[in-house]
């Protein structure tokens, strides 16, 4: 039997990403997020220009990585003091230690409140959060939380900004995801357009029979003006 390595590398596309086995059965990247990091890419590719995006919760900087990539200036923020350098050690396999990224250790709530005082938009934000609930019992409590999330991430949105977000949990259905999206939007007097929706990569197969592989659901919006 084959001993598993403590660390080891992988690539995609360009990018290149240390991985390595932790004692909360993760190992430090999400696969099946890496299509959406290629749309992420085309939008930013087709701008033509430098847009300043915020990737909350963003883990070891997959989506972070993919942006900058593509020419956007990144700001990265997560709790985890030790996944946000994580990303830098991606960052620099990935020959993008030298682009515009700010990599910030911080509670994203928090994070996200000082934004809105300061003042500060983006021309697009990424929520990916880890699920906010594990079980239907907290079913309720989580929805409050992706409402108040979002309610703030729209508030540093200009119009023609974007809001790419996500959802891991099995508990709540893309009906219930978009609905409580449309909820915040009500609630800020934000309009948005759905411009597409997410899932997971083809490699992370959904089994009717088995509906928690069905747990990764997304839409990214665009702001537009209000009514």
Not at 70 to 83: F, I, L, P, R
Not at 121 to 144: C, E, H, Q
């Amino acid at each position: 039997n084959k001993q598993i390595p403590d660390e080891w590398q992988i690539r995609y596309r360009e990018l290149v990403f240390n991985v390595r086995p932790t004692g909360f059965k993760h190992t430090g990247i999400f696969p099946e997020q890496a299509t959406n990091w290629d749309e992420y890419a085309k939008m930013i590719a087709k701008e033509g220009r430098e847009l300043n995006i915020l990737n909350l919760f963003g883990y070891t900087g997959g989506a972070t990585l993919a942006c900058a990539a593509a020419g956007a200036k990144v700001c990265h923020v997560d709790a985890s003091k030790g996944v946000v350098a994580w990303g830098k050690e991606n960052a620099q396999l990935s020959g993008l230690a030298d682009k515009p990224i700010r990599w910030i250790v911080d509670d994203c709530i928090k994070f996200v409140q000082r934004e809105i005082r300061r003042g500060n938009k983006y021309d697009g934000i990424i929520l990916d959060p880890p699920s906010f609930t594990r079980n239907k019992k907290s079913l309720n409590g989580a929805l409050r939380g992706y409402k108040e999330i979002h309610l703030r991430a729209m508030q540093m949105l200009p119009v023609g900004g974007m809001l790419s977000s996500f959802s891991c949990s099995h508990h709540i259905s893309s009906t219930l995801f978009r609905q409580t999206i449309c909820e915040a939007a009500v609630d800020g007097h934000s309009t948005l357009r759905l411009v597409a929706t997410h899932g997971q990569s083809p490699d992370h197969p959904v089994l009717l029979n088995i509906p928690e592989t069905e747990y990764l659901k997304g839409f990214t919006f665009e702001m537009v003006p209000g009514r």
